[in-house]
């Protein structure tokens, strides 16, 4: 993604830092794919992290350099954010005094006690600097663009990586509930109860500041891409079905006739 809009946007392009997964450099150049990595001469910084798909050193580092990009801008400056599945572990910036390794602690507790991704999201963005339009906030009044792939079923904004550039109001009071549902209540780290315990609900202003210098466009997921194999198709001179794109991944899928099918 950052290859091709660094190709797109070419001298307009000032500066840029990507974090994404661990080896995926080396991966793309063992596959013969090294045409979809930056050139030598890029003006984007890449910081590989998030090994086996878990925030780590690495990705906390690419998500402070990402932040201070975003804070130096200003109105006359355009931010363009590409954003992914996977985009969550490879952003993390937990709000001291909390550490990493104890807001990870905190989340895995939390997916192995049930809980969904809806009430994981909602503690990881209360705990994050950069989660529920935390990117956008420090970005503000730069004019944010972010481009989307969706791997989550609906393409709900807030969801992806975390919603980085949805602007998404935090309430504490919610966070202790879900923390309090899998009696978790009082084992949290005491960095995330003072946290929580001095945390205010993200102001309406921060939201209303930030959300008309924002757009977030989905350019890719499973119903674009049905809807292009559909396309595809009857130019092909089929007749494109798609059935239930969506419920569930193993239903989504395009079921395509022969023109002659009754």
Same mark, same amino acid.
């Given at each position: 993604? %950052? *290859?091709?809009?660094?190709? $797109?946007?070419?001298?307009?392009? #000032?500066?840029?830092?990507? =974090?994404?997964?661990? /080896?995926?450099?080396?991966?793309?150049?063992?596959?013969?794919?090294?045409?979809?990595?930056?050139?030598?001469?890029?003006?984007?910084?890449?910081?590989?992290?998030?090994?086996?798909?878990?925030?780590?050193?690495?990705?906390?580092?690419?998500?402070?350099?990402?932040?201070?990009?975003?804070?130096?801008?200003?109105?006359?400056?355009?931010?363009?954010?590409?954003?992914?599945?996977?985009?969550?572990?490879?952003?993390?910036?937990?709000?001291?005094?909390?550490?990493?390794?104890?807001?990870?602690?905190?989340?895995?507790?939390? %997916? *192995?006690?049930?809980?969904? $991704?809806?009430?994981?999201?909602? #503690?990881?963005?209360?705990? =994050?600097?950069?989660? /529920?339009?935390?990117?956008?906030?420090?970005?503000?009044?730069?004019?944010?663009?972010?481009?989307?792939?969706?791997?989550?079923?609906?393409?709900?904004?807030?969801?992806?990586?975390?919603?980085?550039?949805?602007?998404?109001?935090?309430?504490?009071?919610?966070?202790?509930?879900?923390?309090?549902?899998?009696?978790?209540?009082?084992?949290?780290?005491?960095?995330?109860?003072?946290?929580?315990?001095?945390a205010s609900p993200?102001?309406?202003?921060?939201?209303?500041?930030?959300?008309?210098?924002?757009?977030?466009?989905?350019?890719?997921?499973?119903?674009?891409?049905?809807?292009?194999?559909?396309?595809?198709?009857?130019?092909?001179?089929?007749?494109?079905?798609v059935l239930a794109?969506?419920?569930?991944?193993?239903?989504?899928?395009?079921?395509?006739?022969?023109?002659?099918?009754?």
């Amino acid at each position: 993604m %950052a *290859a091709e809009a660094e190709r $797109i946007v070419g001298d307009h392009l #000032v500066k840029g830092v990507i =974090s994404v997964p661990h /080896g995926i450099q080396q991966t793309l150049q063992q596959h013969g794919k090294g045409h979809l990595l930056l050139k030598e001469n890029s003006r984007i910084k890449v910081i590989e992290g998030a090994k086996h798909n878990l925030p780590d050193a690495d990705a906390q580092e690419a998500a402070e350099e990402i932040k201070q990009l975003a804070s130096r801008l200003t109105e006359e400056d355009l931010l363009l954010v590409l954003i992914s599945g996977g985009g969550s572990a490879l952003l993390p910036a937990p709000i001291p005094p909390i550490s990493l390794q104890e807001k990870l602690d905190v989340t895995r507790k939390l %997916a *192995a006690a049930g809980a969904t $991704i809806q009430e994981l999201n909602t #503690v990881r963005r209360a705990l =994050s600097f950069l989660k /529920g339009g935390g990117l956008a906030n420090f970005a503000h009044p730069a004019q944010v663009i972010a481009l989307i792939l969706s791997d989550v079923i609906g393409d709900p904004l807030d969801l992806i990586a975390s919603g980085p550039t949805v602007p998404t109001e935090v309430w504490p009071e919610e966070v202790l509930s879900v923390l309090e549902r899998y009696k978790l209540l009082n084992s949290v780290p005491s960095s995330v109860n003072d946290v929580l315990g001095r945390a205010s609900p993200r102001e309406s202003k921060d939201k209303s500041s930030t959300s008309g210098h924002v757009l977030n466009a989905v350019i890719g997921s499973n119903s674009l891409a049905l809807k292009c194999a559909g396309l595809r198709a009857r130019e092909l001179g089929f007749r494109p079905v798609v059935l239930a794109p969506g419920s569930t991944l193993k239903d989504r899928y395009c079921h395509i006739l022969n023109s002659n099918d009754h």
